[in-house]
């Protein structure tokens, strides 16, 4: 039991020193991009290419070396890029990374049962089920974390619509209204001014308005988005009012959440029947008859002593 608990704490301080450092290293990294240095431009080049080299984290040298163990094929890697995307993570050392965390993830666990003895009372089943589990981890994550990020989109995309709105009403052309947009959203919203960021520099990098749209709606992968893309594309294309497209499009995205809440709403009466059901009326029962039955019980005892 004291192993146990050391191994625990031993693990526990281990986890948390590493947080502590990254944490600190990426506060570092801010407070060093937000010093303008004033000379040359090369000593300023020379100044950002030493912040992108120490902005590679001690995570991510732990975890690189790991990515080789796994064989991959090239159409394995495009699905996992393409899943780190819509995740929100764009550089191409995150695929190695993921690869890494699914080799050190079960190696951690296989310690962990190790050292805890936890492994004596499953035998071979408990390390088989570590293994699994810790190969599989990097994926709960990543399909979480592209849950989270669509459910933000989702529910920003209207007020972006609006702002959309705003600007292109006060005179603002189509790239200067998906800039602004995204400059307003940063605080709110980053995820969506971040995909707007990109369609802005996919725009300024000469790719056609057409094709960075289609891009957005295929990074995302979200319902709504691929609509607005939609609309945005025919409006362009036909020469509709975008203004009025946008309004409605805004309008038509809150009446429908209003109504996904409101059926979410209607169903809480009958999801609410197995909690009671086994849950609330044993205990009720419990509590109503426990002591009518023990009285009777008393008292058959002594009828019977009699």
């Known amino acids: 039991m004291n192993l146990t608990v050391i191994a625990f704490a031993a693990v526990f301080a281990l986890v948390m020193s590493v947080g502590l450092l990254v944490s600190y290293r990426h506060s570092l990294t801010k407070r060093l991009a937000s010093l303008r240095p004033a000379g040359p431009a090369g000593s300023s080049d020379a100044f950002q290419r030493l912040l992108q080299l120490r902005s590679r984290t001690s995570v991510e040298s732990i975890v690189t070396p790991f990515q080789k163990v796994l064989p991959r094929s090239t159409a394995e890697v495009s699905i996992v890029q393409k899943r780190l995307i819509r995740a929100g993570f764009r550089k191409d050392?995150?695929?190695?990374?993921?690869?890494?965390?699914?080799?050190?993830?079960?190696?951690?666990?296989?310690?962990?049962?190790?050292?805890?003895?936890?492994?004596?009372?499953?035998g071979f089943f408990a390390y088989a089920a570590a293994l699994a589990l810790g190969f599989l981890?990097?994926?709960?994550?990543?399909?979480?974390?592209?849950?989270?990020?669509?459910?933000?989109?989702?529910?920003?995309?209207?007020?972006?619509?609006?702002?959309?709105?705003?600007?292109?009403?006060?005179?603002?052309?189509?790239?200067?209204?998906?800039?602004?947009?995204?400059?307003?959203?940063?605080?709110?919203?980053?995820?969506?001014?971040?995909?707007?960021?990109?369609?802005?520099?996919?725009?300024?990098?000469?790719?056609?308005?057409?094709?960075?749209?289609?891009?957005?709606?295929?990074?995302?992968?979200?319902?709504?988005?691929?609509?607005?893309t939609a609309t945005m594309i025919?409006?362009?294309?036909?020469?509709?009012?975008?203004?009025?497209?946008?309004?409605?499009?805004?309008?038509?995205?809150?009446?429908?959440?209003?109504?996904?809440?409101?059926?979410?709403?209607?169903?809480?009466?009958?999801?609410?029947?197995?909690?009671?059901?086994?849950?609330?009326?044993?205990?009720?029962?419990v509590v109503a008859l426990g002591p009518s039955l023990i009285v009777m019980m008393e008292d058959f005892e002594k009828y019977l002593l009699q």
């Open 93 to 122: 050392s995150h695929v190695n990374i993921f690869y890494g965390c699914k080799v050190l993830v079960p190696a951690i666990l296989l310690i962990l049962l190790v050292l805890t003895g936890a492994g004596r009372y499953g």
């Open 137 to 228: 981890l990097p994926d709960f994550y990543l399909g979480n974390r592209i849950k989270a990020r669509q459910l933000s989109i989702r529910l920003g995309l209207p007020d972006a619509l609006d702002l959309m709105v705003i600007c292109v009403e006060a005179g603002l052309g189509l790239d200067q209204v998906i800039q602004r947009t995204a400059e307003e959203m940063r605080m709110s919203n980053p995820e969506i001014s971040d995909e707007l960021t990109m369609v802005g520099l996919e725009q300024a990098a000469g790719r056609p308005r057409v094709e960075a749209w289609k891009n957005l709606a295929e990074r995302t992968d979200v319902d709504a988005m691929r609509a607005v």
């Open 234 to 285: 025919q409006a362009d294309s036909f020469g509709i009012g975008i203004s009025r497209a946008l309004r409605t499009h805004s309008e038509t995205l809150r009446t429908r959440r209003r109504q996904q809440v409101e059926e979410e709403a209607a169903k809480t009466s009958v999801k609410l029947v197995f909690p009671l059901v086994f849950f609330i009326f044993p205990s009720l029962f």
